[in-house]
């Protein structure tokens, strides 16, 4: 099963268009301590031919172009001239960042979306993703906790075996309701993990968590000794959006877990014998992304990895 990530940046990307803070700076300016990372997207495939999104950034545009396994195949002569390996995507939820990118598929594409029924209602009810051709893309709702085998637009399946579970987070900003109380409306179906793995049986398979607010004992024990994790990196500290002068918002308060402190995931996933651990969705104002902080050096130190675009990955 071979993974790509195609984007690795929280919303925004890095740097982030309207940020003028030290790690958007030197990212401009060149800095090859901070790289550049688009906003956070997966490509999954059991047999390197036909791949499946985790998520849809909006940045899907430039990330197809930066990876080959991802360019339609060559034909010359061909009399159709278009295609694409992309069969599916999967949504963890339906944030800007992980839904907008599937606009940029409207190209008469044919592919499937799954999602939860929460999410595939919210794209129901915004008119402008039927540019999106019902007749060759289907909507698919999966349910939390039924693993399902993803399947391309005919109905083929794709090698794949995948259980998307609630974990805690918090709806998307343009769907807070302040009326609903402290959860602003928040519903299980909201956030979700996903853990992938072939149908084969050739690997465990790894979860992806790009959105997670905190890590309770039942999550804990379902990641413990896990091949592979990728989870959500989003901000060093809790505070560190208002410290920093770009946000009024704590972490918690956007449905993200900090990486540091007795409360962050560092703390928590020590413990949990993972053998690859990768921080996704990082935001721009996390000095961990900086390859020359003490941050960066306190996260690998304690067995993490800072993913970054194009990264591939092999289980």
């Given at each position: 099963?071979?993974?790509?990530?195609?984007?690795?940046?929280?919303?925004g990307g890095?740097p982030?268009?309207?940020c003028?803070?030290?790690?958007?700076?030197?990212?401009?300016?060149g800095?090859?301590?901070?790289?550049?990372?688009?906003?956070?997207?997966?490509?999954?495939?059991?047999?390197g031919?036909r791949?499946?999104?985790l998520?849809a950034?909006p940045?899907?545009?430039?990330?197809?172009?930066?990876?080959?396994a991802?360019?339609?195949p060559a034909?010359?002569?061909a009399?159709?001239?278009r295609?694409n390996?992309?069969a599916?995507?999967?949504?963890?939820?339906?944030?800007?960042d992980?839904?907008?990118?599937?606009?940029?598929?409207?190209?008469?594409?044919?592919?499937?979306?799954?999602?939860?029924?929460?999410?595939?209602?919210?794209?129901a009810?915004?008119?402008?993703?039927?540019?999106?051709?019902p007749?060759?893309?289907?909507r698919?709702v999966m349910?939390?906790?039924?693993?399902f085998?993803?399947a391309?637009?005919d109905?083929?399946?794709?090698?794949l075996?995948?259980?998307?579970?609630?974990?805690?987070?918090?709806?998307?900003l343009?769907?807070?309701?302040?009326?609903?109380g402290p959860?602003?409306?928040s519903?299980?179906?909201?956030?979700?993990?996903?853990r992938?793995?072939p149908?084969?049986?050739?690997?465990d398979?790894?979860?992806?968590?790009?959105?997670c607010?905190?890590?309770?004992?039942?999550?804990?024990?379902?990641?413990?000794?896990?091949p592979?994790?990728?989870?959500?990196?989003?901000?060093?500290?809790?505070?560190?959006m208002?410290?920093?002068?770009?946000?009024v918002?704590?972490?918690?308060?956007?449905g993200?877990?900090a990486?540091?402190?007795?409360?962050g995931s560092?703390?928590?996933?020590?413990p949990?014998?993972?053998a690859?651990?990768i921080?996704?969705?990082?935001?721009?104002?996390?000095?961990?992304?900086?390859e020359?902080?003490?941050?960066?050096?306190?996260?690998?130190?304690?067995?993490?990895?800072?993913?970054?675009?194009g990264?591939?990955?092999?289980?």
């Amino acid at each position: 099963m071979k993974i790509l990530v195609l984007g690795s940046a929280a919303g925004g990307g890095f740097p982030q268009w309207n940020c003028g803070c030290v790690g958007c700076r030197r990212a401009r300016s060149g800095d090859p301590a901070a790289k550049p990372r688009t906003q956070s997207s997966l490509a999954v495939s059991a047999d390197g031919r036909r791949w499946v999104l985790l998520n849809a950034s909006p940045d899907l545009g430039a990330q197809l172009l930066a990876s080959p396994a991802l360019h339609p195949p060559a034909s010359p002569g061909a009399s159709v001239m278009r295609g694409n390996p992309i069969a599916a995507a999967v949504l963890t939820n339906a944030d800007i960042d992980h839904v907008a990118g599937l606009l940029t598929l409207r190209e008469s594409h044919p592919f499937a979306v799954y999602a939860t029924a929460r999410v595939q209602s919210v794209l129901a009810a915004n008119s402008v993703f039927n540019v999106l051709n019902p007749a060759l893309v289907p909507r698919r709702v999966m349910n939390l906790g039924a693993p399902f085998q993803p399947a391309d637009a005919d109905g083929v399946p794709l090698g794949l075996e995948i259980e998307a579970f609630a974990v805690p987070g918090k709806v998307a900003l343009y769907l807070e309701d302040e009326a609903a109380g402290p959860s602003f409306g928040s519903v299980a179906e909201d956030t979700v993990a996903l853990r992938v793995r072939p149908t084969d049986g050739a690997s465990d398979g790894f979860f992806y968590i790009p959105g997670c607010a905190a890590l309770p004992g039942w999550l804990a024990d379902r990641l413990y000794g896990a091949p592979l994790v990728l989870f959500d990196g989003t901000t060093w500290t809790d505070d560190e959006m208002i410290r920093s002068g770009t946000g009024v918002k704590t972490a918690a308060r956007m449905g993200h877990m900090a990486m540091s402190g007795p409360d962050g995931s560092l703390a928590a996933f020590a413990p949990l014998n993972i053998a690859r651990k990768i921080y996704i969705h990082i935001n721009n104002t996390n000095p961990a992304l900086l390859e020359d902080s003490p941050e960066r050096r306190e996260a690998e130190a304690a067995g993490w990895r800072i993913a970054h675009d194009g990264l591939e990955l092999t289980l």
